[in-house]
Every structure is written in structure tokens, then in C-alpha cells.
């Protein structure tokens, strides 16, 4: 059984995704220890090459270090079907970035939202009404994500077999180039999703 498998993606993969990612991350191993790597993988992406094979940027790195989190070893990468596919959660920075993933895999609608996009709908479920399997193992730490991940996407259906849209306060604005204030700003945001995000794959 694979690990339940997060791609953060943005425009450059360097600001926004990577601190997406890694926060998340440092959410789960907080409540997993060493387990949280072999039952989850967070990886990221750009829809752009600028940046590909490059560490994130000083501000997110800071920002990451500063909340406890470990920015060693990441490179930039551009998103690519094979990233998708191997995916069982997406989460965009913009809804831009959804539509470009939807453009390379249309059959992942189901599991790609914008990140606040994502963080809104988990905040209206009663988790505890879903029946979510135990994250006991790996196997069921995979099976729990999957489930989530629908129930989420559920609670975006327009009750006539398609899906809300995404709401305009959902995404995220790219601090690239900015003081280290405004990366603190997307990182509280991103946190806003991926503290309850490691909370409910963990349960």
C-alpha cells in the first residue's frame, strides 16, 4: 500500500507550495513521530519551470524554520501528469493552478481543490458523524485519507452532480518577492488548512 499522498502546487514552487508542504509535514510528524513516513508523502510542484531544481525561496525557508518546520532538501520541480496520477490529494495555491491541473488529468476534479478551498469545507463536516476508519496503520491511515478526501469533495457538490466552484477568498496570494511579513501572512493562512488537515488524517 502506497503512502497517502499530498501535491501542494503553485506558479514557481518555491513560496507557497513548499511552505504548504512542509508545514503540513511538520503537522503530522507533531502527532506521528518517525510513523508519519511511511503513511504519508507531501511533495510539491509549479505549473511554471522558472524555478525548477531550485530550494525555496529565503522567505519561505525563514518562515518554515521560524514555526518549526525543516525546508533541507527541497528542490523546485514542475508539476507533471506522473505527479498527479500518483496523487491522492491536490492542493492548489490559486484556482488557476486548479484548472491547470485539470487540464493534465481532468479525472482528478474529485481530489484537487485550492488549499483554502479545502481548509472551508473541512471546517463544515462533523468528522466524527463520517464513520472515518481508524488511522492505525498504514493501510488504514491510506484509507482514511481516501475517504476524507471524499467527503470533502461531497461537500462541495451543487446537488445536481457537479461541484460549487471555488470562492475567490480561497486563494492564496504569492508573497514571492516580498518582506518576510507577507510570507508569514500566506503561512498563517496555509496553516489555517493544514494544522486541521494533519488533525483529521491522523484522528
Given at each position: 500500500m502506497p503512502p497517502f499522498t499530498i501535491l501542494h502546487v503553485c506558479v514557481?514552487?518555491?513560496?507557497?507550495?513548499?511552505m504548504a508542504e512542509r508545514l503540513l509535514a511538520l503537522g503530522l510528524r507533531k502527532r506521528l513521530g518517525d510513523e508519519v513516513e511511511t503513511r504519508y508523502l507531501n511533495h510539491g510542484a509549479g505549473?511554471?519551470?522558472?524555478?525548477?531544481?531550485?530550494p525555496m525561496s529565503e522567505g519561505a525557508s525563514r518562515i518554515v524554520t521560524d514555526r518549526g518546520g525543516d525546508p533541507a532538501g527541497f528542490l523546485a520541480r514542475r508539476v507533471s501528469g506522473d505527479l498527479?496520477?500518483?496523487?491522492?490529494l491536490v492542493l492548489t495555491a490559486t484556482s488557476e493552478q486548479v484548472e491547470h491541473?485539470?487540464?493534465l488529468r481532468?479525472?482528478?476534479?474529485?481530489?484537487?481543490?485550492?488549499?483554502?478551498?479545502?481548509?472551508?469545507l473541512l471546517a463544515q463536516l462533523d468528522l466524527a458523524g463520517l464513520d472515518l476508519p481508524p488511522a492505525v496503520d498504514d493501510?488504514?491511515?491510506?484509507a482514511r485519507g481516501v475517504?476524507?478526501?471524499?467527503?470533502?469533495?461531497?461537500?462541495?457538490?451543487?446537488?445536481?452532480?457537479?461541484?460549487?466552484?471555488?470562492?475567490?477568498?480561497?486563494?492564496?496570494?504569492?508573497?514571492?518577492?516580498?518582506p518576510d511579513r507577507e510570507f508569514a501572512r500566506a503561512a498563517d493562512r496555509i496553516e489555517v488548512t493544514v494544522v486541521p488537515l494533519a488533525e483529521a488524517l491522523v484522528g
Open positions: 514557481g514552487n518555491i513560496c507557497r507550495s513548499p505549473t511554471g519551470s522558472w524555478h525548477v531544481g531550485q498527479v496520477d500518483m496523487s491522492d491541473i485539470l487540464d481532468p479525472e482528478a476534479a474529485s481530489r484537487t481543490f485550492v488549499l483554502g478551498e479545502f481548509g472551508r493501510v488504514t491511515a491510506y475517504a476524507l478526501v471524499a467527503a470533502v469533495d461531497a461537500a462541495r457538490s451543487d446537488g445536481a452532480g457537479g461541484r460549487l466552484a471555488s470562492k475567490g477568498v480561497d486563494n492564496l496570494p504569492d508573497p514571492y518577492g516580498m
